[in-house]
């Protein structure tokens, strides 16, 4: 080996020291997401889904429930006032003073200074 290749040798095998200290490996790291992961992902993400839309549904029908039955209490507190009334009216117009007050102004006589009230009877 001459002397000119030596350094020829020397200086090329030195450049490519340094060209392969300049580069610099570049990693690239990926941000993608597994197959699995977006599986998994898109499951929780249904269950969530489907597990709201239940939710939601039940209290919707709860709350139409309990709206039902409230109306329907008013409805039977309403009745239960409208039969005390006319259980007081028929007791007022069962009473034996009006009765012969009505008999009296129709003609009809008391053969008996006593009326007798009849009470019905509970089976």
């Known amino acids: 080996m001459n002397s000119s290749e030596a350094k020829n040798w020397k200086t090329s ?3 490519q020291k340094i060209n392969q200290e300049q ?3 570049k990693v690239k790291y990926s941000n993608k997401i597994s197959r699995g992961e977006k599986y ?5 993400s249904l269950f969530i889904i489907i597990a ?6 039940y209290s919707s029908t ?3 429930m309990n709206r039902e039955i409230q109306s329907l209490e008013e409805k039977v507190v309403d009745q239960q006032f409208i039969n005390e009334k006319l ?4 007791k007022e117009l069962s009473q034996p ?9 129709n003609g009809l006589k ?3 200074a006593e009326i007798k009230r009849v009470n019905p009877v509970n089976d």
């Open 13 to 15: 095998h030195n450049t």
């Open 23 to 25: 580069i610099k490996v």
């Open 40 to 44: 998994l992902y898109i499951f929780f």
């Open 52 to 57: 709201s839309t239940y939710v939601v549904s």
């Open 62 to 64: 709860t709350d139409t």
């Open 87 to 90: 259980s007081f009216e028929v």
């Open 97 to 105: 003073e009006r009765i012969t007050n009505i008999a009296a102004k």
């Open 110 to 112: 008391l053969q008996d």
